[in-house]
């Protein structure tokens, strides 16, 4: 279990409890004690430095008004031009960009299959090392997926168009990647997914064996409308049982209207 607690200012005040208890609520097991990412912060430090002076990365000192001036729009947010990759000098006001150097990543997603990405024309060279000294999503993921020995990775297709962006860091620590497998997620009529950032509503407890349920069915499987009924502990059964996933739609989302 890891909490991904990287961007404290976000973060509502006893968020990760709530997210332990619920996922207790809802069944879900684990068997060491949560990982919490924000106490890895030296490490992510020290990886990002490592390679500022293995000359992987560079200071940049473009703000955010510089982004907007001057880079265009593309999968994975603003493709940055490049403005700083000269610099060397690096001080603690700069945010750390990795070299791209035009790179093309290919891998194949479990789902959606084989996924080709331009660095150069898709991404730019893209943060690891917030001028806040934050580590950006990907160099916290990459470093704590390589050194946690994380083998298959399962999440929402969402994260898929910066998959690219983690495979290229796992590379460049020298390190073999994980197994995507990226799944449909879940959105409201205007096609937002439903998420804290949306007001999504919450999870409840007593809402547990119909959620599960429902996000059975949604995900292909056809789960029986008894299970609603049963306990979580035989939903969970029946679910590993039954899990087959040929079953997962193709699509990217998958509208909310339980």
């Known amino acids: 279990m890891r909490i991904e607690d990287i961007d404290p200012d976000r973060e509502p005040k006893g ?6 208890q619920t996922l207790i609520d809802y069944g879900f097991e684990w068997d060491k004690k949560p990982i919490f990412q924000s106490r890895q912060y030296n490490l992510h430090k020290h990886i990002a ?18 982004l907007v001036a001057n880079s265009k729009p593309g999968p994975m947010g603003a493709i940055y031009p490049g403005t700083c990759s000269a610099k060397s ?15 093309t990543v290919n ?24 001028a806040d000294k934050l580590p950006s999503y990907i160099l916290a993921v990459s470093v704590d997926d390589v050194f946690e020995g994380y083998s298959e990775i399962v999440r929402g297709a969402d994260l898929l168009a910066i998959t690219p962006r983690q495979v290229h860091l796992t590379q460049l620590l020298q390190k073999t990647p994980s197994d995507f497998f990226h799944i449909p997620i879940i959105t409201d009529q205007s096609g937002n ?15 547990a064996r119909s959620n599960l349920y429902f996000a059975l069915k ?11 009924w049963r306990p979580l502990r035989s939903i969970w059964e ?5 899990w087959d996933t ?3 739609p193709r699509q990217k989302n998958i509208e909310f209207n339980h």
């Open 193 to 207: 997914k439903l998420s804290k950032q949306t007001h999504a509503p919450a999870l409840h407890k007593h809402n």
């Open 238 to 242: 029946w679910a590993l049982s039954h």
């Open 89 to 103: 000098n690096y001080k603690e006001t700069h945010t750390l960009r990795i070299r791209t150097n035009n790179a």
């Open 107 to 130: 891998f194949i997603d479990k789902h959606y299959g084989l996924q080709t990405c331009h660095l150069g024309q898709e991404s730019g060279d893209y943060v690891i090392l917030r």
């Open 218 to 228: 949604d995900l292909g499987q056809n789960p029986p409308r008894y299970l609603i």
């Open 246 to 248: 040929k079953h997962i």
């Open 15 to 20: 968020a990760a409890q709530s997210i332990l």
């Open 49 to 66: 430095l490592q390679f500022l002076e293995r000359n992987l990365a560079y200071p940049c000192s473009c703000s955010r008004k510089d």
